[in-house]
């Protein structure tokens, strides 16, 4: 199976002993961050809806953004993003046998890289799926990137012989995957939490859920979608009687998270 996540707003910059990789779609987050670096403060603020000290960041990070960076200025995606996702995750603590399974196996899907591995060098930066930018290939990133993430998850698919893909992204990210140009079936697990028999999805928990999944994927090596529905990490269970078809979903007590 592949498994694919979403990015993280948030990074951890410290360094790493390990050996990077360079993404597929290098040109191109290139090529978007020279057409950040052209917007003005005020833009930039108001394209994702930063405060000022964010958006100054963020403006310094695109002017900084460059094609022959140094190794301070690169880090491994799944070790450099720092959100809820990565703390399901918890890439650091993979052993270096199931980082090497997870880099043929995960994908993280990115506004600015298109399709990351775990291990692929990235540079600081924040650039939303849903951001409306402008390019030449349209109004926002979706339309920048068609079917250019659809055709790369089919090729990885391919590549590890798996026609499976498990979502485990959130929608602004997973609705830039073109659905007419992907092969392969989709299987997008669900998380809730139980409270008073009345089971809701409470973000901040179902999205370090999505990395814990991610995570169980890539430590039993699974490839049957059928072995999801063992997934119990942080309490959770399989609750056939709220899935559907491809759509799993897993409940805890609402105490435990």
Not at 6 to 32: H, I, N
Not at 50 to 72: H, I, K, W
Request: hydrophobic share 40%; glycine share 6%.
């Amino acid at each position: 199976m592949l498994v694919v996540i979403s990015p993280a707003k948030r990074l951890d910059w410290a360094e790493r002993a390990v050996t990077a990789t360079e993404p597929d779609f290098q040109d191109d987050a290139l090529r978007l961050a020279k057409t950040a670096r052209n917007l003005t403060l005020g833009e930039l603020k108001k394209l994702m809806d930063l405060s000022d000290d964010l958006a100054r960041l963020n403006r310094d990070r695109f002017r900084a953004f460059t094609d022959q960076p140094g190794s301070e200025d690169l880090r491994p995606a799944a070790l450099a993003f720092a959100g809820d996702t990565y703390m399901g995750l918890e890439a650091g603590s993979l052993e270096p046998d199931e980082m090497e399974w997870a880099q043929e196996h995960l994908r993280i899907l990115s506004g600015l890289y298109g399709v990351l591995r775990p291990l692929d060098a990235i540079q600081a930066y924040r650039l939303e799926m849903g951001s409306r930018l402008k390019t030449r290939r349209g109004k926002n990133l979706y339309d920048y990137w068609r079917d250019q993430l659809s055709k790369a998850l089919n090729a990885q698919g391919d590549a590890v012989g798996t026609d499976v893909l498990v979502n485990c992204a959130s929608q602004e990210y997973f609705g830039a995957v073109a659905p007419n140009s992907l092969k392969l079936r989709v299987v997008t697990p669900v998380f809730m939490e139980d409270k008073a028999g009345s089971p809701k999805i409470v973000s901040f928990f179902a999205k370090r859920a999505r990395g814990a999944m991610a995570r169980y994927i890539v430590q039993n090596r699974l490839t049957d979608p059928a072995s999801l529905l063992d997934f119990d990490t942080g309490g959770y269970a399989y609750r056939p009687d709220l899935s559907a078809e491809d759509k799993p979903v897993f409940v805890r007590p609402a105490d435990v998270g």
